[in-house]
């Protein structure tokens, strides 16, 4: 009897033995098999994200996303620069900076370049493109229809991308904000400080459809208050010193808007007009530091940190660009150049704020 209770007993544990072998093997079956299927799901979810994204990008989900980000600039420029600085500094304080990456290139002013480095852009797979100027813009909309498109430095939105029936939204992958000045707002500068003007040049490049659009409105204004103008166009920067050198011969000021050209040559239009007694109207700061008077000015830092803005809002809170509303500066300011002021006798009233050279 002994015996079989011993032998019942040994039975008894080798079973046991068995079942626990048995569990731990399913045990580690299982786990195996989950941590294959988490893998699987995992995948099948980053590639689910990943085709649901298209064009978005090289982020992930959750807090530690990162975002990868093209800037194209259209030439180097101190109001470009700012707001393309802007643009960053809003986005590096709302993202943080160590969740965003910037790839700024410079088109030097030429569309080829500029379109080399949106399609570059695109074959990278950033998650949003700025594009910052009306060329930069007009190649970063030819280059894709699906990544998010935020411009800045963009005089008017409706022009520059051939929109007939605006309605303060593009109703496409685009958006951004506007560095349109008060137009009607120059003018009156023009008259404050200028008043025995007679005869008005506006000068700008006829390649930048933008500048062509201030011009026309700049126009309006001055007929209203029956000043006569003339608009003196060069085709491009070899075309600036002899066409300048036309319209000091024939009127009593110049007005050039923002344009980009022009802004890249303003010592050529300075050593023309300032030697011949010629005060010239500047549609923004940068020109006006180089060869005006006077401007109306913008903060170019402002709109494009309100681009960056935007751009939080459509990669963290997944706004819909096409909707988004064109943003224009909130403020703006009478500015003077000091130095040119002073070489042709103007001085101007109190509420005008100096320039820093």
Request: hydrophobic share 40%; proline share 3%; net charge negative.
């Amino acid at each position: 009897m002994r015996n079989v209770k011993k032998l019942i007993s040994i039975l008894m544990a080798g079973t046991l033995a068995f079942s626990m072998a048995a569990c731990g093997d399913s045990g580690n079956g299982g786990s195996a098999a989950s941590n294959s299927d988490a893998d699987n799901a995992g995948n099948a979810d980053a590639s689910s994200d990943a085709d649901a994204s298209g064009d978005a990008g090289n982020s992930a989900d959750g807090d530690g996303k990162k975002y990868s980000i093209g800037i194209c600039q259209q030439l180097e420029h101190p109001a470009l620069d700012a707001a393309s600085e802007g643009f960053q500094d809003a986005l590096k304080e709302l993202l943080g900076e160590e969740n965003v990456s910037f790839d700024l290139q410079n088109g030097q002013g030429e569309q080829a370049n500029c379109a080399t480095i949106c399609n570059g852009f695109v074959s990278n797979n950033v998650d949003l493109i700025l594009a910052n100027a009306t060329t930069a813009l007009q190649c970063a909309s030819a280059a894709t229809s699906s990544i998010p498109i935020l411009g800045t430095s963009i005089t008017d939105y409706a022009v520059a991308l051939e929109i007939d029936e605006w309605t303060g939204a593009t109703g496409m992958n685009i958006s951004g904000t506007s560095d349109l000045a008060p137009i009607e707002e120059q003018e009156k500068m023009l008259k404050e400080l200028l008043p025995d003007t007679k005869k008005v040049g506006i000068l700008y490049c006829s390649a930048e459809p933008n500048s062509a659009y201030q011009a026309k409105l700049f126009g309006e204004a001055l007929q209203k208050d029956n000043i006569a103008f003339t608009e003196y166009t060069a085709a491009d920067s070899n075309d600036i010193a002899a066409v300048v050198q036309s319209a000091v011969s024939e009127v009593d000021a110049i007005y050039i808007p923002t344009d980009n050209t022009m802004a890249g040559n303003t010592e050529a239009v300075y050593n023309i007009a300032v030697p011949a007694g010629i005060p010239i109207i500047a549609g923004e700061e940068g020109l006006c530091s180089g060869c005006g008077v006077a401007t109306l000015s913008i903060s170019y830092y402002d709109i494009g940190y309100k681009a960056g803005e935007m751009a939080y809002d459509i990669l963290v809170n997944g706004a819909d660009i096409s909707t988004m509303d064109i943003e224009y500066a909130p403020n703006v300011t009478k500015e003077y150049n000091a130095s040119i002021c002073e070489q042709l006798n103007i001085t101007p009233p109190d509420d005008y704020v100096a320039i820093e050279q």
